[in-house]
């Protein structure tokens, strides 16, 4: 297999040469939704224009003056036209946008005042416009550029009144074990306008057996999330991947255990799922074609399953068990699904919130801190609906919070729980640690878990984990290199910037036990003794 390919400019002198080694490197965006330098932006094409080049227009007014038959040639090197595109712009910035942006000029603009009031000014470049769009996406984004075009404060104006319809339709048709699930629900769906901003975006898995509501709740999805899919068919994994990047999709996998049995798509979507949950998740294929050229595939985007058995994918994914119901106005309610004049105003009011809210659930998502309940991995793939919720549905955090916790407790049991409270508290009290590495006492670690859990526990739990570089006193020393390697590995991985400004150092007066004490195991044996 060969290297990756690499598009190289070509130059006319050393000058030009130098310029290349100046240029800053620019982030640039592909799909119609974007998260740049922390801010969010959507993208819609909204016309094509064609530029003549500097070659081209010389000729033509050369033709206009001189003899008829009679023009120079021009020189080849002027190159020919260009169709540039113009692009509405939502989001920190609204207005339009034109692709490529080198045509970004100012003889493309009637006026000052013109560029400033209808121009947005992008700090990346586009890379393309082959955006795809799903159930009228595109048209309620020309909407709202249209709006925003005349006036930019009353696109992003919103009430919520959407968000809680959108509940009520979830509670109208499905019947869910618990009222806080079409909360949660709505949360994930008004998530799918806001995923780029999220260093992780769980999956939505629906797991029942037939006749519990599965379809029922992927259609809702599919008429009201960001740029949905219907359920997914294809018969090849190539266009799944492009699919994905030049729509930044909601997609919707029905059946998902036995598309993973299909042989021509089976493996594609495994791939998909086993990367899409984190930004920047890739997948690797050889171009279509041609097995020397290697292509990278961005596949991160929300992604919502229906499966009437368990599967590994849950572990990345917010798990809604549906029971079936003997109550038969919902069956007669289904009948009416199909035909709700709420979805396209539901749609377009999540929007709208969106653009709204988007700073608030932004800033709420980087000061969301672990609980005790919920930790590493599963905390940071709960993160987005916690913090959409704290804003959008603050009288219902605490109940989302403790859905979160039980949810999570559900599937994971009691697996390294004790281990997970621990490293939490190490983590929620950092600062303490900060610089040389300093002693922590079982009276601090037992304070910083809320006194739930007994000295003993804590002892056996820090020998688990490998964390005493050695003790004195009732105080122990932790080696920071491994606590840093644990947090990073559960998932904790935001402002560990103290923890890493110091190397390990311990007072010399202590004596050091490879992976623990003898302290530290003395009580370990006899607590399970």
Known sequence: MGGLSVEIPRIKSEDELIKIFEQKSRITVKSPIAFVNDKL????????????????????????????????KVNSDMGGSKVITYLGVL???HGIAIYPSEFYTSD??????????YFAHLDFDIGGVQFTFYKNQGVHLLRAVKEALFDGEQVCKSERDEIFTLVDILLYYVKYDKEITAYVI???????????MFNYYPYLYFRAEKGSGKGTNLTIISNTAWNPTDKFIASKEAPLFRLIEQAKPTLILDEYHRLLKNPFIGPAIESILESG???????????????????????????VLASRRATEIEEKSIVIILTKTNDLKYAERRKELD?????????????????????????????????KNLTGREFNFWAPILAIAKVIFPEKYDEILAYAEENTRARLGERYEIEDIILTALYNHKDVLHGKTPPVTLAQLKEWTEYQLHHNTIISALTNLKLVQNAKGGK???RKDRLLELLEERGFNEDLEDLESESDEVDEGSDDIENGTEEALDVFEEYYS
């Open 41 to 72: 932006y959507y993208f819609v094409p909204i016309a094509k224009r064609i530029i003549k080049n500097n070659g081209e227009r010389e000729s033509r007014r050369k033709n206009k003056g001189g003899k008829k038959g009679k023009s120079k």
């Open 91 to 93: 989001g920190f910035a």
């Open 108 to 117: 493309e603009v009637a006026t000052e005042n013109f560029y400033s009031k």
């Open 186 to 196: 709505a949360s994930w769906i008004l998530g799918t306008y806001l995923f780029p």
């Open 277 to 303: 949950s984190e930004k920047g998740g890739k997948v690797i294929r050889c171009r279509e074609g041609d097995p020397n050229e290697i292509e990278h595939f961005d596949v991160y985007c929300p992604k």
């Open 339 to 371: 035909y709700d004049p709420r979805f396209e105003k539901v749609k377009e009011g999540l929007l709208r919130i969106a653009l709204s809210y988007w700073k608030e659930i932004f800033k709420a998502y980087k000061e969301l801190k672990p609980t």
């Open 476 to 478: 122990y020393y932790l």
